[in-house]
Nanobody, 119 residues
Framework: QVQLVESGGGLVQPGGSLRLSCAAS????????MGWYRQAPGKQRELVAT???????NYADSVTGRFTISRDNAKNTVYLQMNSLKPEDAAVYYC?????????????WGQGTQVTVSS
């Protein structure tokens, strides 16, 4: 099992910045891709950004140029730097980790952290 603990959410004004962190523990060997997803009220959970163990990144179009995902493999931690936040970025943000085994991939989720963008 992999445990993911997120931190860094909160209330920010439009145009502001927040940095989310997600620390992985447990059976962390074999974790390949880590990432962030978000879910706003009444909407489906959507991908925000992912990063492989080697550092390759992928972003949703809506956050490209404003958000930056990074990863510290030594600390088993993934970060999401969010700049120029907009009201539509408000959501619960979930950390995700994929652990790869010979037979299959396992997906793990954090408990979520609330991001509110409002003046």
């Amino acid at each position: 099992q992999v445990q993911l603990v997120e931190s860094g959410g909160g209330l920010v004004q439009p145009g502001g910045s927040l940095r989310l962190s997600c620390a992985a523990s447990g059976s962390i060997s074999g974790i390949t891709t880590m990432g962030w997803y978000r879910q706003a009220p009444g909407k489906q959970r959507e991908l925000v950004a992912t990063i492989t163990r080697g550092g390759s990144t992928n972003y949703a179009d809506s956050v490209t140029g404003r958000f930056t995902i990074s990863r510290d493999n030594a600390k088993n931690t993934v970060y999401l730097q969010m700049n120029s936040l907009k009201p539509e970025d408000a959501a619960v943000y979930y950390c995700n980790a994929v652990r790869t085994t010979i037979l299959t991939n396992y997906n793990y989720w954090g408990q979520g952290t609330q991001v509110t963008v409002s003046s």
